[in-house]
């Protein structure tokens, strides 16, 4: 697990919601990435899941994930 994933699952293990809320009003998702980080973060379903339930293959939900914890990584404290 690299230093970015670390650091957001750090981040979320202590975040509320309203924390959840602010960083989601200073990032933009697509609509198709916020579903991920929705079925991701906050219902803690896993990427064969994910993938099936949108109909694309494991290797899109992956790299979605990856743009996403750019995103989120650029906006929460250290």
Not at 4 to 26: C, G, P, Q, Y
Not at 41 to 67: K, P, W
Request: charge should be positive; charged fraction near 30%; include cysteine.
């Amino acid at each position: 697990m690299n230093a970015t994933v670390r650091k957001i699952n750090k981040w979320f293990r202590d975040a509320t919601r309203a924390d959840v809320n602010e960083l989601l009003s200073k990032i933009i998702l697509t609509e198709r990435q916020r579903r991920i980080f929705e079925m991701f973060y906050l219902h803690g379903m896993n990427i064969g899941f994910i993938a099936d339930d949108l109909y694309v293959c494991q290797r899109v939900i992956s790299e979605e994930l990856t743009e996403i914890r750019c995103k989120i990584s650029a906006v929460i404290p250290q």
